[in-house]
């Protein structure tokens, strides 16, 4: 039933559920070992460490997801911490899409990451316009 | 371009706060969208219910329906005490009328007893 509920919701909250998992396998993938941050266009970062970046992006994610797979079956129970990762991720989308302009301006080199992240931002901000009127409407 | 700092931190810090006040500004705008005008426009003439637009127009014409009504059913309620009085005296009337009959017939079998005897 749970699960009935969920994929239910999914449709009108994949663009959530995107830019969750996205960050959550973001910060994933930078608690990898390997030295993601070598790469030039994370050069901006570097100053920040790689592992600290990691766990905060992968923790906001994760809380993220856990938010809608709990708000998805319980509709009143975790809308604040959905509101809450909104404008988290959204910041963070935008602050890394400034960071990859900083990058460019140590390297020279332009990454696809720059335009990708000020658009995922705009794409959270468009999420949170939802998740308040979701939680007017229901909570 | 190699050996800059890139962007200065400030900048990023100015960045984060636009961000959130953003963020906060669209959490504003969806929270407004779902839950309606709740409080009236400044000219007082006109205020939003939910999704229905009601003027003052409306509502004075209501005003004076429902105040017509209750007119015609005071009016109505007069009649019908007045009838429910001319009902009762009408009663009171058959009551006595028929106390008469009964006075009259005990008064002729009077009469028609002392005739009997003085035969």
């Known amino acids: 039933m749970i699960t009935g509920r969920i994929v239910e919701r999914f449709r009108e909250r994949v663009s959530e559920w995107f830019c969750a998992g996205y960050l959550f396998i973001w910060g994933a993938s930078l608690l990898h070992p390997s030295a993601a941050f070598s790469a030039p266009g994370y050069a901006f970062f570097r100053k920040f460490g790689e592992n600290d970046v990691g766990w905060t992006l992968a923790g906001i994610g994760l ?18 911490i959905r509101l809450c990762c909104g404008v988290v991720g959204s910041v963070t989308f935008g ?5 990859f302009v900083g990058s460019y301006y140590i390297t020279g080199i332009l990454s696809a990451g720059l335009g990708l992240n000020f658009l995922l931002s ?4 468009y999420c949170l316009y ?7 409407t229901n909570g | 371009m190699d050996g800059s700092a890139g962007i200065p931190e400030w900048v990023m810090w100015v ?22 005008e709740k409080s009236g426009p400044s000219d007082g003439k006109t205020f939003t219910l939910d999704a229905a637009l009601v003027d003052s ?13 209750t007119m015609e059913a005071v009016a ?12 009762y005296r009408m009663v009171e009337a058959v009551n006595s009328c028929a106390g008469e009959i009964e006075e009259l017939r005990r008064e002729i079998g009077d009469l028609s007893r002392e005739i009997a005897r003085s035969k």
């Open chain 1, 63 to 80: 809380l993220w997801l856990l938010g809608l797979i709990v708000n998805g079956s319980r509709q009143k129970a975790t809308s604040t």
């Open chain 1, 95 to 99: 602050l890394f899409g400034m960071g």
């Open chain 1, 122 to 125: 705009l794409l959270a901000l």
């Open chain 1, 130 to 136: 939802w998740i308040a009127v979701d939680k007017r």
């Open chain 2, 15 to 36: 960045g984060a706060a636009i961000g959130s006040m953003l963020g906060a500004l669209v959490i504003r705008l969806g929270w407004k969208s779902a839950g309606g």
């Open chain 2, 57 to 69: 127009g409306a509502v004075r014409l209501l005003t004076a329906a429902i105040e017509a009504h």
């Open chain 2, 76 to 87: 109505h309620r007069s009649e019908a005490e007045k009838a429910r009085q001319i009902g």
